[in-house]
Nanobody, 128 residues
Framework: QAHLVASGGGLVQAAGSLRLSCAASGRTFNRNFTGWFRQAPGKEHALEFVAATSWRGGDTYYADFVKVRFTITRDYAKNTMYLEMNSLKPEDTAVYFC???????????????????WGQGTQVTVSS
């Protein structure tokens, strides 16, 4: 059975940086798209798309509010996905979840319903 484990969250000051990791086990997601979502405080029912990437980065999406500041990458040898977050703002405070599609696909997706596997989330807190 496949598992995703997100890590790397923490407390950082505004304008700081963090790198989140999402390690997959049980199977590989080489030809599947993977992505990051987040859930902000007080918005327990609103999972917000952050970034997604397809096989070898051929198709990559970013939410408008993170473009330029965040970068999504994958290390296929380590079966791990990353989210490099720079110039963090207090409004980036949220629990960040990684996710993966079960079946291969040529393009990525920003829709949460397109993802089959989810990590447990990692807390990111940005202080002002």
């Amino acid at each position: 059975q496949a598992h995703l484990v997100a890590s790397g969250g923490g407390l950082v000051q505004a304008a700081g940086s963090l790198r989140l990791s999402c390690a997959a086990s049980g199977r590989t997601f080489n030809r599947n798209f993977t992505g990051w979502f987040r859930q902000a405080p007080g918005k327990e029912h609103a999972l917000e798309f952050v970034a997604a990437t397809s096989w070898r980065g051929g198709d990559t999406y970013y939410a408008d509010f993170v473009k330029v500041r965040f970068t999504i990458t994958r290390d296929y040898a380590k079966n791990t996905m990353y989210l490099e977050m720079n110039s963090l703002k207090p409004e980036d405070t949220a629990v960040y979840f990684c996710a993966a599609r079960s079946l291969p696909a040529s393009s990525a997706s920003y829709r949460r319903t397109d993802y089959d596997y989810w990590g447990q989330g990692t807390q990111v807190t940005v202080s002002s």
